[in-house]
Each structure stands twice: as C-alpha cells, then as structure tokens.
C-alpha cells in the first residue's frame, strides 16, 4: 500500500513538473516574478546562512584542533581537515537541509494558502497555466541564487574558523591559514556549487508541489508543509550520496 501511494504520488509530481516547464505566456510577467522570488527566497536567506556559518566553522575548526593533537600529524591539518569539510559537505549538503526548513516550508504554506483561498482556482479559470506562473519563479529563482548562498557560506564558515584562530589561543593563525590553503583542488568548490542546483530544484519543486495540491484549510496547509520540509529533506541526503558517488570518482 505504501509502495503503491509512493508510485502515484510520484506520477503526480512529474505531472506537476511537466506543467510547470511550459513556455510562460507573457515573459516579462515571468522576470518580474523572478525577481520578485530572487529577493523572497534568496536574498532574504543571507542573514541566516551567514550567521550558521560563522558558528558552525567555528565549532569545526575547535572540534579538529581537539581531536587531531598527535605529533605525527602535520600542525596545518586542522585549516586542511576544516577546509575540506566545509567545501565538500557543509556549504552544499548542509546548508540545503537548513534552507529545506526555511525556504521550502515558505514555498509550501505560501501556494498552499492560495489553493485553499481558491486563488489557484481563479487563475485556472481565467485560462491561465497556475503551476507555471505560481512555480516556475521560484524555482529558477532559487536555483540561479543557490551558487550565491553557497560561496556565502563557504567564505563565512572560513572566516569562523580565522576568528576563533584570531581571538583564542587553539591553533595559531598563521597555522590555520596554511592549512587553508595546502593542497587546495578548486574542483571542491564547484562539486559543492554543482550539488547546490540539484538541492535547489528539490527543495523548490517538491515545496511547490506539497502547496499546490493542498486539500482543506489552514490546518491542511501546516501539514504540507511539514511534508515538504521532511520529503525535501529525505531526497537531499539521497541524491547526496548519488552525486557524491557520480562526481568524486
């Protein structure tokens, strides 16, 4: 049975996504949507990026300095293990779950509000395709702010970890960046950049889903979003361990 609900909702989800990436019927109603969300869901997500990741490359670069004190390990490994972290999980992986929380129960109770105050239904029956003017926004929105999210987090969770370096006597700062840049692979940088797109249009797309089809009132519309955060979540860590697997080889 439960296999067998997972299937149909899947095929209503492709559905859905077939819907939503359809030719816009007037494109500069589109851009100024666009827009609109880039400002929403992007711009408005800093704040919160920026502060998670000043404390949590903080919390990373005390936690290695704590667990690698041997003097057979090199002293920069603590900025090298601290940059690797950060570049190959935090600033992609991470900061998507976060986000899943913020941006996509947004998303979710936000449609979810007009399909149960029938404003869905109005456009629908004013001839207009509701799923891609309500969803294709906010998905391309998101998707083309995420690479600006992530180098956000990137250089703030670094930053962290040169504060905590600058202002207490854990490791040395001239230590810390030396291992920031020993061995540096660029390649890191855009793995994260790459698995940050994929993260955006699920967390936006399966958001928008979950409020689009909305069934009730306003406790209905708490429940799906919390179905869109918990789903969006889930297909995160899966299609991390996929894409890992695909790029790291």
């Known amino acids: 049975m439960v296999i067998t609900d997972s299937?149909?909702?899947?095929?209503?989800?492709?559905?859905?996504?077939?819907?939503?990436?359809?030719?816009?019927?007037?494109?500069?109603?589109?851009?100024r949507r666009t827009i609109s969300e880039i400002s929403k869901l992007g711009v408005d997500s800093i704040p919160l990026v920026i502060i998670i990741s000043l404390f949590i490359g903080a919390v990373i670069t005390i936690q290695m300095q704590l667990n690698i004190m041997s003097p057979?390990?090199?002293?920069?490994a603590v900025g090298m293990a601290t940059r690797e972290?950060?570049?190959?999980?935090?600033?992609?992986?991470?900061?998507?779950?976060?986000?899943?929380?913020?941006?996509?129960?947004?998303?979710?109770?936000?449609?979810?509000?007009?399909?149960?105050?029938?404003?869905?239904?109005?456009l629908e029956i004013m001839g207009v395709n509701s799923a891609n003017y309500l969803v294709l926004p906010k998905i391309t929105a998101f998707i083309v702010f995420m690479p600006v999210l992530v180098v956000f987090c990137m250089g703030t969770s670094l930053i962290g970890g040169y504060i905590i370096a600058l202002?207490?006597?854990?490791?040395?700062?001239s230590r810390y960046i030396y291992g920031m840049q020993t061995?540096?692979?660029?390649?890191?940088?855009?793995?994260?950049?790459?698995?940050?797109l994929f993260f955006a249009f699920i967390?936006?797309?399966?958001?928008?889903?979950?409020?689009?089809?909305v069934k009730g009132g306003a406790l209905?519309?708490?429940?799906?979003?919390?179905?869109?955060v918990v789903t969006s979540s889930i297909l995160i860590l899966l299609f991390d361990v996929i894409l890992t697997k695909l790029l790291l080889q």
């Open 7 to 31: 299937l149909a909702t899947f095929g209503k989800y492709c559905l859905f996504i077939k819907r939503i990436f359809s030719i816009p019927d007037k494109w500069h109603v589109f851009f």
């Open 72 to 76: 057979l390990i090199p002293a920069y």
């Open 85 to 122: 972290i950060i570049l190959l999980e935090f600033s992609s992986s991470i900061l998507c779950l976060i986000l899943a929380g913020k941006v996509g129960s947004n998303i979710a109770s936000e449609i979810g509000t007009m399909r149960v105050t029938e404003q869905i239904d109005a």
């Open 167 to 173: 202002f207490t006597d854990i490791i040395p700062v």
């Open 183 to 196: 061995m540096f692979i660029q390649w890191y940088v855009w793995y994260g950049i790459i698995k940050s």
């Open 203 to 213: 967390i936006s797309s399966v958001a928008s889903f979950y409020g689009y089809y």
């Open 220 to 228: 209905d519309v708490g429940k799906s979003s919390t179905n869109a």
